[in-house]
């Protein structure tokens, strides 16, 4: 729910939005990933459960964000924030991301995606100039690598979204069995994470022309809702360190009467909090329709699309960097035994290191956020 005073907007979740955060949140307690993940974790990459599989399709989730389903890119974010609380490797926002690219396209089989029956995983160029898109007589001409996604080791499909030679914006639908999927080694041990090798030509019926934007719209969605996965680690983090400083001892009294890690639990708590607002308001940004109903013109299109890629860039940049240092703090706190192996608290900063490397590094988001007010004061 959103109100607007003074210029300002006020923004609370509806009852709605917290019952279904927290219905997630209990199921997840409830069908712990971590533990599932603990006997395996040596075996190979992570991948989606049964029991997660059947959650999804049950839930319906895959298909939150298709006009048919009609949810948010808020919506979407909570059960993030949710899934990276609770270490799950399932790549929520990527198969919801795709569903809605899928139905975008007119793509047939677009329900079977959209009710978890298949998994499509969006994937991007690694760079600008990462993959090769040509449109020829057969179709279209695909040559390249792209980035890092996870998912992909469960994938039935993936749905390539970038831009063409020719500048304009387009998605392909292909099965996972006609492209090479490496896997890749990360710190990262709760999720699976891969590149895909493309060189094929996809023919008609199977990739279409986007409306202008969808490629740099995809990838806003899968930064912010990276830093959402981190943020969900950070709370995450924050719970553990607040339940072990209250029953670690020192000097008869536990740690977290002392003035130093009651400050560490402070900056950790207020970290968490100012990252959950910054993403809420790049959620809200994202979900902006006068961007796709072509209500705007052109100039005000694009002051719009640059406040939006200032609120994904500055929700990110700030969220990730504010996750790591959560991470940092709660080992701190944790001490010796936030080492070992046994404990959850390497397996959550580990992939908060990874989070804050893909779609986008802090550093890049900062970059991009300076790129873009100096566009805007040229332009002004």
């Not at 979740?13 to 279904?20: G, K, P, V």
Request: glycine letters at 8%.
């Amino acid at each position: 729910m959103t109100t607007e005073t003074g210029g300002l907007m006020d923004f609370a979740l509806s009852t709605d939005q917290q019952d279904l955060a927290d219905a997630e949140r209990a199921w997840l307690q409830k069908h712990d990933p971590i533990l599932e993940r603990r006997p395996s974790i040596d075996d190979g990459p992570a991948t989606i459960s049964a029991t997660m599989r059947k959650h999804l399709t049950e839930a319906g989730y895959a298909g939150l964000l298709t006009d048919e389903v009609g949810a948010t890119n808020v919506d979407l974010l909570l059960l993030v924030e949710a899934h990276g609380w609770a270490g799950s490797a399932l790549p929520l926002a990527e198969v919801a991301i795709g569903s809605a690219l899928l139905e975008a396209m007119g793509f047939p089989r677009w329900r079977d995606a959209a009710a978890g029956e298949e998994i499509v995983i969006p994937v991007r160029p690694s760079t600008p100039a990462g993959l090769d898109i040509e449109l020829t007589d057969d179709g279209l001409r695909i040559h390249g690598t792209t980035a890092p996604a996870t998912g992909l080791v469960d994938a039935d499909r993936i749905v390539l979204i970038a831009r063409a030679a020719d500048g304009g914006d387009v998605a392909a639908v292909i099965p996972i069995d006609d492209v090479g999927v490496r896997v890749r080694e990360t710190l990262d041990l709760l999720r699976s994470w891969a590149v895909v090798d493309i060189d094929l030509t996809v023919g008609a019926g199977q990739w279409a022309s986007m409306p202008a934007g969808t490629a740099d719209t995809v990838t806003e969605q899968l930064a912010t809702f990276r830093a959402a996965d981190a943020l969900g680690c950070a709370d995450r983090l924050l719970g553990l360190a607040v339940d072990y400083a209250g029953q670690r001892t020192q000097f008869d009294r536990p740690i977290g009467t002392f003035q130093a890690v009651k400050h560490h639990l402070a900056n950790m708590a207020l970290a968490v909090e100012a990252s959950r607002s910054t993403l809420w308001a790049a959620a809200l940004a994202l979900d902006d329709d006068a961007l796709d109903d072509g209500a705007l013109d052109d100039d005000a299109l694009d002051t719009d699309r640059t406040a939006r890629a200032l609120a994904v860039s500055s929700a990110v940049a700030f969220a990730c960097r504010s996750a790591g240092e959560v991470a940092q703090l709660a080992l701190q706190v944790h001490g010796g035994i936030g080492f070992t192996w046994e404990h959850d608290v390497h397996l959550l900063l580990r992939r908060i290191k990874v989070d804050e490397l893909l779609d986008g590094s802090v550093s890049d988001h900062h970059r991009r956020i300076t790129d873009l007010r100096a566009g805007s004061t040229g332009t002004s």
